[in-house]
């Protein structure tokens, strides 16, 4: 792995927020992990790697001044969860965002993102 893959900033996201695909309306997962250029969900199902779905997130005022954003992400990997065996960590890569939802995305990972040295996550080349 490239160290210019690895400088992406990335952190735990500390609010609690559905990740919808859009084409169904089921839930996909809740996001857990958010980077610059992808998020990690934890799902209650396995997720089917490379894959791109249409994903809509509801949002809060504080982030946006709309309810909700609609944008394009693939599936990297997935994996059962370390401390809850009913439970997948899902990484996705963005593909597609208008700017403007880009902005947004760039407003949650400030304002959720926790910092988290200890993140041994790499959304998109794990």
Known sequence: MSLERRKLNRR???YYMRVMNEATGELVGHLSDISTGG????SRQAIPLNRDFTLRVDLTSEVAN???MIFVARSKWCQPD???PSTYNVGFQII????GD???FTRMFE???SNNKNSNLDYLWK
């Open 66 to 68: 709309k309810t909700f």
């Open 111 to 113: 304002k959720y993102g």
């Open 82 to 84: 370390h401390y809850d």
């Open 12 to 14: 735990n996201f500390s």
């Open 96 to 99: 597609n965002m208008t700017p």
């Open 102 to 104: 880009l902005e947004i």
């Open 39 to 42: 998020f990690k969900l934890d």
